[in-house]
């Protein structure tokens, strides 16, 4: 994810992402996922945060965002229901939506690298387009509201 995007999910969930800068965790790698899933990592936290601030559940910290078999993945202490059940529907819907540009997608196993989920237009990109180590080019999704 870029940057400004890892910045902005920082800055909007403080309590989420407080490990975020510690690098001998996981999540101290930053989001290992494209800016096409911003939209959905960002609903994920949403819901975590407010069931954290209803008390629902114990505040919890992310461990890790990531894409593991074209999906996203997301892993947090502590770990309960409620977190399991938000996770999964965001995991649900990811599996539809492009990696890169956040338009509707699909599974796809490109000629080199990972099963990612694409639209039609990034359907060949290599995954280093999704990698948080590399600069993307593909254009940023909406982030307003």
């Known amino acids: 994810m870029s940057p400004e995007l890892d910045d902005l999910l920082c800055s909007r969930y403080p309590k ?4 975020r800068h510690n690098a001998d965790l996981s999540m101290g790698r930053g ?10 990592v960002d609903q994920l936290c949403r ?11 114990r505040q919890p910290l992310a461990r890790q965002v ?6 996203l993945r997301t892993y947090w202490r502590p770990y309960d ?6 996770a999964v529907v965001a995991e649900d819907r990811s599996s539809e939506i ?9 599974m796809v196993k490109p000629s080199r690298g990972w099963v ?3 639209c039609e237009e990034h359907r ?3 995954s280093e387009a999704a990698s948080p180590w590399s600069p993307s080019t593909a254009p940023r999704p909406n982030v307003s509201a």
């Open 16 to 19: 989420l992402f407080a490990e």
């Open 124 to 126: 060949d990109q290599s």
């Open 31 to 40: 989001f290992a996922c494209g800016d096409g899933w911003f939209q959905r």
């Open 116 to 118: 990612r989920v694409r």
């Open 98 to 106: 492009c990696g890169i540009c956040g338009s509707a997608g699909e």
């Open 81 to 86: 229901d409620k977190i399991f059940e938000l």
């Open 66 to 71: 990531k894409e593991k078999w074209g999906k």
């Open 47 to 57: 819901d975590i945060q407010a069931a954290a601030d209803n008390g629902e559940i």
